[in-house]
């Protein structure tokens, strides 16, 4: 009696498996339960798989993109597997689709890939990027990230979703030694963990609204610890709105002077770069109108850590003649902060 | 056999209604969401930020004291050993045997930390008084900084002078001229629970929004009393940091406080095993760290006889400078009584003189070799952990990884 009710639930166990395996199941046959479920439920038909060429060990030809369009936009983070006539898209349905390559947004390190939507069964279903107010995050947010994690999803099989918490933010200064970034603004941080594969894929809310884009696992030159990170959706807007709308951006041309303070600093030879003393201060330079002096302890400009005085000269130079800095100092055991108008260097 | 099978199936199916009388909502988990944010909202006024600047001092290595500021050196590849052809035929990449120079045993590198080195990034602290003294990790501190900053959220950067510190406990005083600061709640260690919400709180990344890893708080007592064990992410991003409760009150600070202290500790980061040294506890101890005082592990400088199981701890050696050697305990003495606790068994002895300092003294009852008599010593202070006994590892020393005796032939 056991045994055969044992049977027979492994029968049923092995038709669902079936009935599930291989088949591109229609969306409405599922009845999810739980917020996180519904989320998941939500955001999967948009997520799709990218096969690029690789022809190093170390770079893994997989990757998660995002469908944007129905018109068959894909945005995925622009790597070097992604190439022209060797990029491919597997869709939810396992529909294996060849992909165009459209011009990426180097600054974001991103890349709209395109698909013939004849050749889609059906209705691409886009997750069009959310109002940049319903796009926000907040530190301790529950989060989900959807992603093809280290190619385990192949054909129709589902990427993985993984659950987190929103970490915090990663503010453009406090961040800018982290490796492999291309994107310059502020980062989600999360600790749902962007394995290899998982980038390009999605961090959602639990109401599946689209938040982030996953970055490769960082390296934080910050702390050696490695970071799991996304670009807030709302960066992405602007690029999204020139090649999937069509608007064209107005960007604004930056020309960059090579800034000067007329600071010298207390340089010594040796290996180690050592704190950004104050040795001298020009006459009549901008850091002499802001009352910098010998022996001052420079600490920070704007909001970007000098700890040396390699990393002084590495932050003055993301900076133009012309810009107002904050400049922080320490003098003896007082911290003074003042606004530097940064000059050219007199010749 | 039957009978059993029968009561097992009554037991289930009572299990089964049980459960139909009370659904489960399975989006019950969400209510942590606001519950989590209430809480960092909370604790976010209290978790500043911790800068340093200059320094040399040499940092504990995986092979001893290594330079933790110098340039990145290299790192032993692993010797790629050629697959043997399946049968005998030659590979076209396979050196000849003939021409290979990697036969000779090459000289040792001197390297280099294994896995991580410590960068000077930001790292995190809590407000302790509101006249500014701050706690930090001891981490914060490994490069002996010329200057200390604290930036404390809305209120500016400010210098900060350094006190004492507790490297059993990887934890530092640091003072502030300010006022009005806000001001963390600490909880008493005895009131954690195994499996209580533990979220830690950090601030490296932005001025105006702390970071945040959940977890449970996994065990207590740990590291002899000194902390308690979670199971949220800790890292060099979070060292120093608050690690809360739902209600923002603080159950420990995060540092790296792996049993074996190679490589400051950290080893074990984002492993989900962290620390978090308790600090209600320790009031009198955090008083005299603003003094200035440095506390250390205590050395009473006794090696054990492993083969020994009890009663009693019995001792395999004393080193010349150690605080036993000084009172006269030798080889073949053993340790009965601890303070007036009977000691049961080496692990149990480790256990009662472990959570002691540097200058704390012990009450020791021993029965001295050939002796038949229990003899009571006068207490002996303990002394500072030195260097040597430091920088090795210390994982035998852990009651949790005591070594059993091997097996003798013949037994």
């Not at chain 1, 009710?5 to 049923?12: C, D, E, H, K, S």
């Not at chain 1, 192949?154 to 030694?177: D, H, I, M, P, Q």
């Not at chain 2, 050939?370 to 210390?394: N, V």
Request: glycine share 10%; charged share 25%.
């Amino acid at each position: 009696m056991r045994a055969l009710f044992v049977v027979v639930l492994l029968a049923a166990a092995l038709s669902a498996q079936t009935a599930d395996f291989g088949k591109a199941y229609s969306f409405a046959e599922r009845r999810p339960k739980t917020r996180v479920e519904v989320a998941i439920d939500r955001v999967l038909p948009s997520i799709v798989k990218v096969h690029g060429a690789s022809g190093l060990a170390t770079i893994n030809a997989y990757a998660t993109g995002i469908v944007v369009s129905t018109r068959g936009h894909i945005l995925t983070l622009d790597q070097i597997m992604i190439q022209k006539g060797r990029t491919r898209v597997v869709l939810y349905d396992g529909s294996v689709h060849d992909a165009l390559l459209l011009p990426g947004d180097a600054e974001l390190g991103v890349r709209l890939l395109k698909i013939d939507p004849s050749e889609v069964q059906g209705e691409l279903q886009p997750l069009w990027p959310p109002e940049p107010e319903r796009a926000a995050f907040r530190t301790g947010q529950f989060v989900v990230s959807v992603g093809n994690s280290f190619r385990l999803a192949e054909f129709s099989e589902k990427v993985s979703a993984t659950f987190g918490v929103v970490v915090g933010r990663a503010n453009t200064a406090l961040r800018y030694r982290m490796a492999d970034v291309d994107y310059d603004g502020d980062l989600i941080l999360t600790d749902a963990c962007n394995n290899p594969g998982q980038f390009g894929g999605g961090l959602f809310t639990l109401d599946g609204t689209w938040i982030g884009l996953n970055l490769r696992l960082l390296d934080s030159k910050e702390t050696n610890t490695m970071l799991s990170a996304a670009i807030p959706t709302r960066d992405l807007l602007p690029y999204l709105d020139e090649y999937v709308l069509g608007k064209r951006r107005q960007q604004p041309v930056v020309e960059k002077t090579p800034a000067w303070t007329g600071v010298v600093l207390f340089e010594q030879a040796g290996r180690q770069s050592p704190p950004a003393y104050v040795e001298r201060v020009r006459p009549d330079s901008p850091a002499a109108k802001l009352g910098l002096r010998p022996d001052d302890l420079i600490v920070r400009l704007d909001d970007y850590s000098v700890r040396s005085c390699v990393e002084f000269r590495d932050v003055l130079a993301r900076f133009s003649a012309g810009q107002t800095i904050k400049v922080t100092w320490k003098r003896g055991t007082r911290v003074l902060d003042g606004d530097l108008l940064l000059a050219e260097e007199p010749r | 056999m039957r009978s059993s099978g029968v009561g097992g199936a009554v037991i289930l199916l009572a299990a089964i209604s049980a459960n139909a009388q009370r659904p489960v909502d399975p989006d019950e988990f969400l209510h942590l969401e606001p519950v989590l944010q209430r809480a960092i909202a909370t604790a976010a006024p209290f978790v500043v930020t911790i800068e340093t600047f200059g320094g040399t001092r040499r940092t504990l290595g995986a092979d001893g004291p290594v330079d933790g500021d110098g340039p990145p050196r290299p790192r032993p590849a692993p010797k790629a050993k050629p697959e043997p052809a399946p049968d005998g035929e030659p590979q076209p990449d396979a050196p000849k045997p003939d021409d290979a120079p990697d036969e000779k045993p090459k000289p040792k590198l001197p390297l280099v930390p294994e896995g991580f080195q410590q960068t000077r990034g930001r790292t995190t602290g809590v407000v302790l008084t509101s006249d500014g003294w701050i706690l930090v990790s001891r981490f914060a501190l490994n490069f002996d900084p010329t200057t200390v900053l604290v930036v404390v959220p809305g209120r500016g950067t400010f210098h900060a002078e350094r006190a004492g510190e507790d490297t059993s406990r990887g934890i530092a005083l640091v003072k502030i001229d300010a006022e009005g600061l806000p001001v963390a709640t600490f909880v008493p260690p005895d009131e954690v629970r195994v499996g209580q919400w533990a979220f830690a709180l950090g601030r490296t990344f932005a001025a105006d929004e702390p970071t945040v890893h959940i977890g449970i708080v996994s065990a207590k007592n740990r590291l002899f009393g000194r902390a308690l064990q979670i199971d949220a992410y800790t890292s060099p991003a979070n060292y120093g940091g608050a690690v809360v409760d739902v209600h923002g009150r603080v159950l420990g600070i995060a540092v790296p406080l792996s049993p074996s202290g190679r490589n400051a500790g950290v080893e074990w980061y984002d492993s989900g095993i962290g620390f978090a040294v308790t600090i209600a506890d320790i009031r009198d101890l955090l008083a005299r760290m603003q003094q200035g005082h440095v506390l250390q592990r205590g050395w009473l400088g006794v090696q054990l006889e492993l083969a020994h199981l009890g009663p009693g701890a019995k001792i395999a050696g004393t080193p010349k400078d150690g605080a036993a050697a000084r009172a006269h305990l030798r080889k073949g003495d053993v340790i009965v009584a601890v303070d007036g606790v009977e000691v049961q068994n080496g692990p149990h002895f480790q256990m009662l003189v472990s959570s002691r300092l540097g200058g704390d003294r012990v009450t020791l009852t021993v029965l001295k070799k050939g002796a038949g008599e229990r003899l009571t010593l006068p207490p002996i202070e303990l002394l500072d952990t030195p260097w040597s006994e430091q920088a090795q590892d210390k994982s035998a020393d852990l009651p949790a990884s005591f070594p059993l005796p091997e097996k003798q032939e013949g037994r």
